[in-house]
């Protein structure tokens, strides 16, 4: 009998424990301040991460994690709700589950997502919604948290609501959302690191619109589906996309894709955006995640554009659950469209032969006389609303493909490279003795530059290479990165220099754009006459250049300069780029 009351003592309490944290304290209010102001309003940062800090004291299902720095100096956080355990082993969390990451305040002035997933929390833990089954949803409440904290009323010069909100720039006034590949900021390579420990299945991005006028409160912006490629990209848009549609709709909520024109209106048609891994949802899916991103319509009012991103937040949860299994093989299955010896696109263009037809709700547009600069200014009609057929080109097709490589190779002194490709996970062998390797070598043919600073560079683009076979020497220490990993795909974009955001268009590789050595005239002028007595073909080939070039004619230094690059005085780095492919 003793025994028993023992065991009863002991299990009460183990109860009582489980319990306590489940037990609401008395003065915690979970009341939002987006609720308290009516819709008008959204949850400062320090409101935001106070708010999932007091779920998480009394909910277990909820927990909330510093995950890295931010350039603001204040930490990166993700909130992880987990209907099944209060552990977040995510490599466990993965055995049994879908993981859907949800990203808010990338742009704090689009500030929708915020205070929704606020809402989504506490409802599911709250039971005023159906909790999801086998779905944790890990969201980071404010990405950018420098520009959170830059509170204005005045910056989303076109946008309805709310009363105040945070600043695009970061902390350090970059635009986050451009970079994802060069990683600049410390928030980027935060995410980076949490993205590999999460590894999620699904991926939205909460976003406002900037552009035209349409009766829709929701518009969507998925992954460009030809671009993704392979099973996923079918599944995106053959499914994924239309049931997300059917779902909203069944809730009174229209949605359509994200109206990408500027200062024009919409019913001559419109073409999908094309998401570069520049791009949160670019840079996600190069590791087979779903990625959308939600774009509410800026001038619907605040509490409207928040109660639509809620709804929709709630519909993929419900995919998420239905197809979970399918969501689960597609991703398997998408991890052997891309190996070593077969073409990958790096550019795209739309495809002109296919398109999609969508039966769009907008507002009648027209060009009138400006009042205040006399010239012809877009004019928006709201009292005469349409629903008409338009042409939505959703189809791109390749203008550039390259050949997988079997494994590239750096040098090790490229470090600030390397320092990215291990920040995402990406997994390579050093050379352990000096080796000659035969590799295929690029050198940079041509290039342009932009001419106003984007993103803290002067990107490049247009880039064309030259590429040879040659038999080079290795340093001890050099890397060797396979191509046969979870990685190819950020590998080649970043790698390949024609690639729209490869680390070369990001100017990574400047240095070895500027000649380090030259000549003096008067030293030199002598030398290359010498060199084409000496060369025979050489001399045709400059008599050749000087007869059909005039300006070559008439430049002396260019003649000059021209016979320095054919002789063994001209520097082999220059232009040489330094990523080599084994095939």
């Not at 420990?197 to 460009?224: C, E, K, M, R």
């Not at 790698?495 to 490869?502: K, M, Y």
């Not at 250049?545 to 300069?561: C, G, P, R, T, V």
Request: charge should be neutral.
């Amino acid at each position: 009998m003793k025994k028993l009351l023992i065991l009863f003592l002991i299990i009460t309490s183990c109860s009582d424990k489980t319990d306590e944290k489940n037990k609401i304290k008395p003065d915690t209010d979970f009341t939002t301040t987006f609720e308290k102001s009516k819709g008008l309003e959204t949850a400062t940062y320090d409101e935001t991460i106070q708010y999932y800090t007091n779920l998480a004291d009394n909910y277990s299902e909820i927990s909330i994690q510093e995950i890295g720095e931010t350039d603001s100096g204040k930490p990166l956080h993700i909130v992880t709700l987990n209907m099944n355990s209060s552990e977040d082993d995510f490599e466990a969390i993965r055995k049994d589950n879908r993981i859907l990451l949800i990203n808010n305040g990338i742009h704090p002035g689009e500030s929708d997502g915020i205070d929704a997933t606020m809402l989504l929390y506490r409802d599911i833990v709250q039971g005023k919604i159906d909790s999801p089954k086998q779905t944790v949803l890990v969201t980071i409440p404010i990405y950018n948290v420098g520009g959170s904290l830059n509170r204005n009323t005045g910056t989303r010069t076109n946008q309805n609501g709310p009363k105040e909100y945070g600043f695009r720039g970061n902390a350090r006034n970059y635009d986050l959302n451009r970079d994802f590949i060069k990683s600049d900021t410390k928030n980027a390579r935060t995410f980076a690191k949490l993205f590999h420990l999460v590894q999620p299945d699904i991926f939205i991005d909460n976003h406002v619109s900037n552009g035209a006028d349409y009766q829709y409160t929701l518009t969507h912006l998925f992954t460009q589906h030809n671009k993704l490629g392979g099973k996923l990209g079918n599944y995106v848009n053959s499914e994924m996309m239309p049931l997300l549609e059917q779902k909203l709709e069944a809730k009174s909520w229209d949605i359509t894709p994200y109206v990408n024109v500027f200062n024009r209106t919409p019913e001559s048609g419109f073409s999908q955006f094309l998401d570069s891994p520049r791009y949160s949802t670019g840079y996600t899916t190069l590791f087979n995640t779903l990625g959308m991103m939600v774009e509410t319509h800026m001038l619907k009012p605040y509490k409207q554009r928040v109660e639509s991103t809620y709804e929709l937040m709630k519909s993929m949860i419900e995919i998420t659950e239905e197809q979970g299994h399918r969501i689960t093989e597609l991703r398997k299955e998408q991890a052997k469209t891309w190996s070593t010896g077969k073409t990958y696109p790096l550019t795209w263009t739309i495809d002109t032969t296919q398109s999609s037809i969508l039966k769009f709700k907008g507002y009648e547009g027209e060009m009138i006389p400006s009042e205040l600069t006399g010239k012809q200014r877009l004019k928006y009609n709201r009292s005469k609303p349409f629903t008409k057929e338009i042409t939505y080109q959703n189809y791109f097709t390749p203008t550039m493909e390259v050949i997988i490589p079997k494994a590239y190779v750096i040098p090790q002194g490229w470090h600030n490279v390397m320092d990215l490709l291990k920040l995402n996970n990406v997994k390579f062998t050093q050379i352990e003795n000096d080796t000659t390797l035969i590799v295929e070598s690029y050198k940079i043919d041509d290039y342009q530059t932009r001419k106003s600073a984007y993103e803290g560079h002067y990107p490049h683009y247009n880039t064309k290479i030259k590429n040879t076979e040659e038999k080079l020497v290795f340093k001890q220490g050099d890397y060797i990165i396979k191509t046969n990993q979870r990685a190819i795909r950020y590998l080649i974009e970043t790698l390949e220099p024609t690639a729209p955001d490869s680390f070369f268009n990001w100017n990574f590789f400047d240095t070895i754009l500027q000649q380090k050595e030259g000549f003096s005239p008067y030293v030199w002028e002598d030398k290359a006459q010498q060199l084409l007595k000496e060369n025979p073909k050489l001399q045709i080939e400059y008599n050749i250049k000087i007869s059909y070039d005039e300006d070559f004619a008439n430049n002396w230094y260019a003649q000059l300069d021209w016979i320095h690059k054919q002789s063994k005085n001209y520097e082999k780095a220059h232009l040489q780029y330094p990523v080599y492919r084994i095939n």
